[in-house]
T-cell receptor, first 111, second 115 residues
């Protein structure tokens, strides 16, 4: 399968709590990106982390990358009901201009 | 950010017919375009990568004669689903990247329903 794995598959939390989702990928990468998708809609780009970076922040988002373990995590702090969506990681293959998506985490933030 | 459009946003067709989906980059030159398929409650599966003026590169398991991709200009790629069947019903999403190859811009998707 071209897909990497994400866990958990589904996550339900209360508003204000933090949400952490993890992503693993299979091959060497140039970068890894996180996207959000509301039900039946297009993708929204959240954050990009390059293979030589270990951590990156953007607003309430924090992403880490461990290339030795071929894994990444996305932390959303102080979650809001509007964060309810599916979250996907996408890894850009090293030396190839194409992207493979992880299996996704469905986040439900209860008000 | 750059804008990518898709047309149509949804289409319903009869089994056996062919359907063409357009993907356009509106404000940049897309040297590479990608086509993905997404089944309900699943992730995006890369179908093919196309570079302007050359043949598309298909992922393993994707039938190139069934899913015809044309990338004739730097702003337009088309995906034609030939002889569509109900199992081809899916959400098809395109994306495009330009000279900055680590960034891809996604279209809003096309929902195909084959009756």
């Amino acid at each position: 399968s071209q897909q990497g794995e994400e866990d958990p598959q589904a996550l339900s939390i209360q508003e204000g709590e933090n949400a952490t989702m993890n992503c693993s990928y299979k091959t060497s990468i140039n970068n890894l990106q996180w996207y959000r998708q509301n039900s039946g809609r297009g993708l929204v780009h959240l954050i990009l982390i390059r293979s030589n970076e270990r951590e990156k922040h953007s607003g309430r988002l924090r992403v880490t990358l461990d290339t030795s373990k071929k894994s990444s995590s996305l932390l959303i702090t102080a979650s809001r009901a509007a964060d309810t969506a599916s979250y996907f990681c996408a890894s850009q293959q090293y030396n190839f201009n194409k992207f493979y998506f992880g299996s996704g985490t469905k986040l439900n933030v209860k008000p | 950010g750059a804008v990518v459009s898709q047309h149509p946003s949804w289409v319903i067709c009869k089994s056996g017919t062919s359907v063409k989906i357009e993907c356009r980059s509106l404000d940049f030159q897309a040297t590479t375009m990608f086509w993905y398929r997404q089944f309900p409650k699943q992730s995006l599966m890369l179908m093919a990568t196309s570079n302007e003026g050359s043949k598309a590169t298909y992922e393993q398991g994707v039938e190139k004669d069934k899913f015809l991709i044309n990338h004739a200009s730097l702003t337009l790629s088309t995906l034609t689903v030939t002889s569509a069947h109900p199992e081809d019903s899916s959400f098809y999403i395109c994306s495009a990247s330009g000279r900055v190859t680590d960034t891809q811009y996604f279209g809003p998707g096309t929902r195909l329903t084959v009756l």
